[in-house]
């Protein structure tokens, strides 16, 4: 059963976090910090380190954050509009009602990361790893996962509409409790992937399109 996401009060380094003072910075190491109602505009911080952080009413446009590194990080209500977060590495995150839109996110590497009540929307994904994930209750629009390998994912509660799976690769991936399974590309891509009978009954035509088969009733003609 997937947690609750925690309140602000309930993390365990909580007493431990200091205001974020000065700017956005590329290779900053940024060590229990509380970013609290910040707009970072254009802001580029590539390479930056967050250890043990919280992100709490935070605006990312535009801007640029390649090969950053996001540990043990929470974030409620974040905003990341345009952003440049590829091959970004993130490690024990928690998002919490975040919006992530028109996002680079290619190469990027999720390891125990949640996502919870988010909208993804245009979010680049390809070739990224991901690995004990979990979307909850979230809407995924026009993502593309082309290339990624996933492992141990799951998507309980959430909307996939125009999802791109194109030559991904998967491994437990659990898309029985999605409530929307709208794929775009990439059916044949769904191996090792687990689904319901009815969403298979949805997808099947699309299937038979991606393996090559020719559904065809006796005496139809040719």
């Given amino acids: 059963m997937t947690p609750s996401p925690r309140a602000f009060d309930e993390l365990p380094f909580v007493d431990h976090l200091r205001p974020f003072e000065g700017v956005l910075a590329e290779d900053g190491d940024y060590d ?8 970072f505009d254009g802001a580029v911080g590539d390479n930056a380190r967050f250890l043990e952080s919280a992100f709490s009413s935070v605006t990312f446009a535009g801007g640029r954050c390649r090969g950053a590194r996001f540990n043990d990080v929470w974030l409620d209500g974040v905003r990341w509009t345009g952003t440049d977060l590829a091959d970004t590495d993130w490690l024990d995150g ?35 790893t ?20 996933l492992t141990d994912v799951a998507f309980p509660g959430s909307a996939l509409e125009g999802a791109r799976f194109g030559t991904a690769r998967m491994a437990k991936v659990d898309l029985r409790e999605a409530t929307r399974l709208e794929i775009a590309e990439g059916h044949d891509a769904l191996r090792g992937a687990t689904i319901g009978s009815g969403q298979l009954a949805e997808l099947a035509p699309m299937l038979a399109v991606a393996l090559g088969i ?9």
Avoid: Y
């Fill in 32 to 39: 229990t910090v509380r970013l609290d109602g910040d707009t």
């Fill in 214 to 222: 020719t559904v065809r009733d006796h005496g139809t003609a040719n």
């Fill in 130 to 149: 991901l690995r004990s994930v979990r979307f909850v209750d979230c809407v995924l629009r026009d993502v593309d996962f082309g290339g990624a390998n």
């Fill in 94 to 128: 928690e998002l919490i009602g975040c919006v992530l839109a028109g996002l680079e996110m290619f190469s990027t590497r999720l390891h125990r990361v949640t996502f919870h009540r988010c909208k993804l929307e245009s979010v680049n994904l390809r070739t990224a």
